[in-house]
Every structure is written in structure tokens, then in C-alpha cells.
């Protein structure tokens, strides 16, 4: 279709002929000027608006469609001319505006706040509505595209108005959510490819970061095009929805911000840090299990991508403890998971490990990584729920390596829970077992001249590990090879440690052992060296 037909079928015309427009509505556009673009974005705008609240879901449809049809037919130089009385500026925001009155058709309907997500059936109009705004920015993107020789700094600030409520709309719709379609999880895509391929950026990343700092300046000295992030102008969208107040309202923003966060790596977080931290903070301290683990994910992210001088000033690493501690606390297996990751790599930017300090150092007085141990152990003794020992067992093994001797502090707590994991099964993989092996070797290697007062105990439950390890027909030959080298490699680790071992390995009767056990228990009586 001709543009001076769409103009006429839009009922778009400029100032200057509106008297002779109104006085012969049937008389066709093409005898006019063509009215200047800065006019005819305000009008497609305030005709969004007003479909909202008068015209059918079809007729909205219908004239999203239409603005479609207008990128697509209209010559660039027109689209993006600048006159006189049109400078850069005015056109970036009539652009920006018209994107927003179009993604605000494709908009979320509002959730109450701690109702839950809701049903399906709450978005079902939202998919259909995407897809038309994804195909009408995409063909707005592709005209800007075209301009890309002759633009210059008015198409490189058109494109910074238009590109951060693009990208949002694109990543509401790439997730796969009660809200999205295959349709329309395909429109985003090819609108965000669509975006990337305006600005020339290589890929999300690279949107998101721009390019180093240096590199930039030196650009924009000579003339180039190099590009910063747009992390910051994409929270700038993001941030009213993000409040305390509003952020359960709308499902779509926690998946927006998460999404774009853990795309952003060193050094680009740390410049925005102040307007990163409160949103993870509000995700990590919410009562429903997924916002908190997204919450979390978005901390271990800030906390490996920004230097700890960073986290230090203000006392933020702190604050980012307190709010991690108090996790340790709940029942849910997944939470507990993350959240021990992100304290283990938080804890070093709060202290020194304690592994780090040589033995002639001074005593060093308890910290952090003992009150996280200890916390541990003590939910560990008393954990029976099979999942959450699992994720205890799994992260135990890193803390006392992080520990090294000062392990020796909780040495009775320890040897308590190693006791009782390794009395357990966990079938099939054993994993809660591997990871209490695991847990032994570093104590015994750390803390070896406590261990002689234990070597009774710990070899009782380590050779009846043996016993019940070789005379399991429910594991298969990989996992029982496993548990039965590292079974071995403690024992050896605890001859190390005291010469009472030997004696006692001589007095078991291989009358009522297998061979397997023998074969073992051979390769420990035949070591020499301590």
C-alpha cells in the first residue's frame, strides 16, 4: 500500500491542511503535502491511547497493523527527517512515545500483591497482543536500519529512545511463562535480533555493556561508533515497576531484571551497583520460594561481578550477609542451595578464609565462616528430610576445605555428622555418603593431630561402611567403586594420623568379611609410609 493511501486510511494529515481536510473528508490525501513526520507520531500515539479505551481488541489490532504498514512503505528519509524546527531530540522522544503507547498495548494485565501467581487464563489475550507489537517495532527497526549510513548522531539518539522499551518486551516475551506463546516467544526473538542488528551490537551482552570505557572515548573522539551499555536506560524503564509498592503487580518485571542483570559481567555492574542492589534485595527477602532463589541468583551475580572494595564501601557486604544468614533458616531445599553458594564466595570478600593463615599467625578469633559452620552442622544433626541432607552433605565439603585447621573448633560437631550421614543410605548415587568422604579427607588432613582419641570411632563406622558398601546388591558397580576407594583413602588418611590403626585392622576376621574387604584392607596394612 501506497503511503499516501495509509496516511489517508490512518486519518493523518498536517496542520496547515486540517481546515481543507475536515471541510472534504472524502477527498484524498495525495492533493496535500505530506505532513511532516514530527506531526504524525503524535497523532499514531494518541490514537493508541484512545483504542484502548473505546475501540475493540480487532480494531486495536487493526491499527497497530496499519502503523506496520506505515514503517514498512515509508521512504527512511521521511521517517527520520529532521527540519528547521525538528531537531534530534524531538524526534527521539516522538519515537519513544509512540514505542511506549505500542508496548503498552502488549502490556501485562496487573496481579494483586502476595496472591500467588495467577491462572493462566489471566494472559490470555496478552500473547496475540505481543505479536502485533513485536511485528510493527520490527519493521520500525528495520527502517531504522536502513538509515544506519546517513543517520548519524540523530539516528544513534533515536535509537538509544527506542531500543530500551523494545528490549523489555522482547525479554517479557522470550521466557517461557503463562503469558507467551510459541508465536509470539518467536516475535520477541526477532525483535531483539531486530534491535541488535539497529545498533550493531554483537549480541545481549554487548547491548547491555557497550564497550569498555577507554575504547569508547577514544571512538567518540575520532568520530566512531562505539557504544555504551544500555543497562542503565533499560533501568530506567524497569525502575517505577520495581518499587516496594508495585513489583508483585507485574509478573514480567522480576524475569526483566534478572534476565538483563546476569547478562552484565565486571566492570560494567559495578557503576550501577546502588540501583541493582535494592531490587535483589527485595526479590531475595520475598516469602515465595522462586522470587527469593531469583533474588539470590541476582546477589551471587553482584557478589562475583564487583570488586569487594565495592561491596565494602557502605557497608553493603554486610548487609548483603544479613540478609543471606537468615535463609540458613528455612526448610526449602532450593533456597538453602543457593544461598550457601552465594555466602561461600560473600564470605571472602567479608574476611580472609581461615585456611589462608599460616600456622605461626597469631590465634585467630571465630568469624563469619564459623558462624556459617556451625549454623550448618547443627541443622545438619538434626536434618531426617533425604533433600535437604542432600544439599547440607553437597555443600559441606567446601566449607571445611575453606576452614583448613581452624576446623579443629568444631571438630566434635563434625565428627558427629560425618558419623551419621555415613550410617545412612541414600540410594541410588550416594551422594549424601561421597560428600561425607569427601568431608573426612579434608579434616583428617587439616586437623590429624586431634585424631588420635577418634581413631577407634571413626574406623568402627568406616570399616562397617565397608561391610555394608560390598554386600549392597542395590548399587550399581560404579557408585559401590566409589564409595569403597574413598572409604580406603580415609582409612589410610587415619594411619597417618595415629599407629593405633594397624593393630586394630589386624584383629578383624576375614572369616566374615568379603574378599573385596580383604582386598582393600590389604592395601592399607601393606602401606609403610606414615
Known amino acids: 500500500m501506497e503511503l499516501s493511501s495509509l496516511l489517508h486510511q490512518l486519518q493523518l494529515s498536517s496542520s496547515s491542511s486540517s481546515s481543507s481536510s475536515s471541510s472534504s473528508p472524502e477527498k484524498p490525501l495525495p492533493s496535500h503535502p505530506r505532513p511532516p513526520i514530527t506531526e504524525v507520531l503524535p497523532q499514531l500515539q494518541e490514537k493508541l491511547i484512545g483504542s484502548y479505551k ?290 561461600l564466595d560473600l564470605l571472602l570478600v567479608l574476611e580472609k578464609p581461615p585456611s589462608s593463615l599460616a600456622p605461626p599467625s597469631p590465634p585467630r578469633r571465630p568469624g563469619r565462616h564459623d558462624d556459617v559452620l556451625r549454623l550448618l552442622l547443627t541443622h545438619m544433626e538434626a536434618e531426617h528430610k533425604v533433600v535437604l541432607r542432600r544439599v547440607y552433605a553437597s555443600a559441606l565439603p567446601q566449607y571445611i576445605e575453606r576452614m583448613g585447621i581452624a576446623v579443629c573448633r568444631h571438630l566434635r560437631r563434625v565428627e558427629r555428622v560425618v558419623l551419621g550421614y555415613l550410617e545412612v543410605r541414600d540410594p541410588p548415587e550416594e551422594r549424601s555418603r561421597l560428600a561425607m568422604l569427601k568431608v573426612l579427607e579434608e579434616t583428617l588432613k587439616n586437623a590429624w593431630p586431634r585424631m588420635d582419641s577418634r581413631v577407634c570411632v571413626l574406623l568402627r563406622c568406616l570399616l562397617r561402611l565397608l561391610l555394608d558398601v560390598s554386600s549392597d546388591s542395590e548399587l550399581c558397580d560404579s557408585v559401590r567403586q566409589q564409595l569403597m576407594n574413598r572409604t580406603v583413602c580415609c582409612i589410610k588418611l587415619l594411619d597417618s594420623c595415629s599407629h593405633t590403626v594397624q593393630p586394630l585392622l589386624q584383629q578383624v576376621d576375614s572369616s566374615c568379611v568379603s574378599p573385596a574387604v580383604l582386598s582393600c584392607l590389604a592395601t592399607v596394612t601393606t602401606a609403610t609410609q606414615r
Open 54 to 343: 473505546k475501540a475493540s481488541d480487532c480494531e486495536t489490532t487493526a491499527l497497530i497493523g496499519q502503523i506496520e504498514q506505515l514503517f514498512q512503505a515509508a521512504d527512511p528519509h521521511w521517517l527520520f527527517s529532521l527540519d528547521s524546527t525538528n531537531q534530534s531530540a524531538g524526534l527521539a522522544a516522538a519515537y519513544g512515545g509512540l514505542a511506549a503507547a505500542l508496548i503498552g498495548r502488549a502490556a501485562l494485565p496487573l496481579c494483586e500483591p502476595d496472591s500467588g501467581p495467577p491462572p493462566a487464563r489471566h494472559y490470555q489475550e496478552v500473547p496475540n497482543r505481543a505479536r502485533s507489537v513485536c511485528s510493527a517495532l520490527n519493521a520500525l527497526l528495520d527502517r531504522l536500519g536502513d538509515w544506519e549510513r546517513e543517520g548519524g548522531a540523530a539516528r544513534r539518539s533515536l535509537l538509544r529512545s527506542v531500543a530500551p522499551p523494545c528490549w523489555v518486551l522482547a525479554v517479557t516475551h522470550l521466557q517461557v511463562e503463562a503469558w507467551t506463546s510459541s508465536a509470539s516467544r518467536q516475535a520477541a526473538a526477532r525483535l531483539q535480533g531486530a534491535l541488535l542488528r539497529a545498533g550493531g551490537w554483537r549480541d545481549p551482552a554487548h547491548f547491555l555493556m557497550g564497550d569498555e570505557r577507554e575504547e569508547e572515548e577514544e571512538e567518540e573522539e575520532e568520530g566512531g561508533r562505539k557504544s555504551r551499555g544500555m543497562l542503565g536506560e533499560i533501568l530506567d524503564v524497569l525502575q517505577p515497576e520495581l518499587s516496594k509498592d508495585r513489583w508483585q503487580q507485574c509478573e514480567a518485571v522480576k524475569f526483566v531484571f534478572s534476565w538483563s542483570l546476569l547478562q552484565v559481567t565486571r566492570p560494567s555492574l559495578s557503576p550501577l551497583l546502588p540501583r541493582l542492589l535494592p531490587p535483589s534485595l527485595l526479590l531475595s527477602d520475598h516469602y515465595r520460594p522462586e522470587n527469593c532463589m531469583l533474588g539470590v541468583r541476582c546477589l551471587h551475580h553482584i557478589v562475583v561481578n564487583t570488586p569487594a572494595a565495592e561491596l565494602l564501601q557502605y557497608n553493603r557486604a554486610e548487609v548483603l550477609y544479613q540478609a543471606l544468614y537468615k535463609h540458613l533458616y528455612t526448610t526449602e531445599a532450593a533456597v538453602i542451595q543457593v544461598v550457601l553458594s552465594c555466602l
